[in-house]
């Protein structure tokens, strides 16, 4: 096996190395899962793992061990985890897949928190609140004293931003000869909206992706140009199961083997969703223009 660590340069001539791979794991089965009666006597962020939560955390961690160690001898993880229970203990079981030798170090990051769904939970009043927000729509609803999927997404934005400088300032504390993976163990929304941000994906497309199973993740891995694509790792049944469309599936691909920075001028949701007409002509006056919008 080869060392695959890229190297980039940024506008001030600083050199950094990218992680080869970003996954995005979601805790496993918790009390609430399969009992939701449970968070009306116990703080969400208590909400224990069930023992098949356990079995589940620990298979994990050997199936992402193995999708780790496959590209390079040299390779190590780093860990951000959400402060909740079911997502610390998540970690925990997944760590007994790996030496200490190629463990980084972990953080524990608030802003990967689940969504506040607003302190105890009565079932009955949540019932009656998520079928309200089926009506009104799921990334902007904002639950009763807590928060919409776009609060969610907010933080995980501002995650976003200290995790680029983390890189750039390595405050992983790796040799630039090891092959970084970053393992982010969080929450089924906060994932979903992780994903959202980096890849530039609208509200409406948000609507139709599902929620990651228990245990179950993502692995966005460094394409050959330099950009991080869902489809170097996954197949396309498995993208479209989780509700990403064929232009999604298309533009991973495309992530596959772009140059870093580059722009995919066939993506519409980066341009063409937004109008009805652009013309084609660069040449077009301004009372053409005038024009076409009194005949609007």
């Known amino acids: 096996m080869t060392n695959s660590t890229t190297e980039f340069t940024d506008v001030h001539s600083h050199k950094y190395h990218l992680p080869k791979r970003i996954i995005l794991v979601r805790h496993g089965e918790s009390q609430g899962n399969k009992d939701e009666a449970s968070y009306s006597v116990t703080p969400d962020y208590k909400i224990p793992l069930t023992t098949r939560g356990i079995q589940q955390a620990n298979q994990a961690g050997s199936r992402i061990r193995h999708v780790v160690s496959q590209s390079s001898e040299n390779w190590k993880v780093y860990f951000y985890v959400s402060p909740y229970v079911r997502t610390r203990s998540t970690l925990r079981e997944i760590g007994r897949a790996f030496p200490r030798n190629r463990v980084l170090g972990v953080r524990e990051e608030c802003r990967l928190r689940e969504q506040d769904f607003g302190n105890f939970q009565v079932a009955e009043r949540m019932k009656v609140i998520k079928e309200t927000r089926e009506r009104f729509g799921r990334f902007f609803y904002r ?44 929450h089924g929304l906060a994932s979903r909206v992780f994903l959202m941000k980096w890849f530039k994906w609208t509200v409406e497309q948000f609507e139709y992706l599902n929620n990651l199973g228990n245990c179950e993740f993502r692995v966005m891995e460094l394409g050959a140009g330099g950009e991080y694509s869902l489809a170097v790792h996954h197949t396309d049944e498995e993208m479209l199961e989780w509700g990403m469309s064929p232009d ?3 533009d991973q691909k495309w992530r596959a083997n772009a140059h870093r920075g580059a722009l995919n001028d066939h993506c519409p949701w980066y341009l063409d969703a937004f109008f009805d007409h652009l013309a084609e002509s660069n040449d077009i ?12």
């Open 143 to 186: 639950f009763p004293e807590g928060e919409s999927a776009a609060d969610v997404y907010d933080r995980v934005s501002h995650f976003l931003e200290t995790l680029w400088r983390d890189v750039d300032m390595n405050r992983h504390h790796h040799n630039p000869n090891d092959e970084v993976n970053l393992i982010i163990v969080s």
């Open 248 to 250: 999604m599936i298309a």
């Open 285 to 296: 006056d301004d009372e053409d223009v005038k024009s076409n919008n009194s005949l609007a």
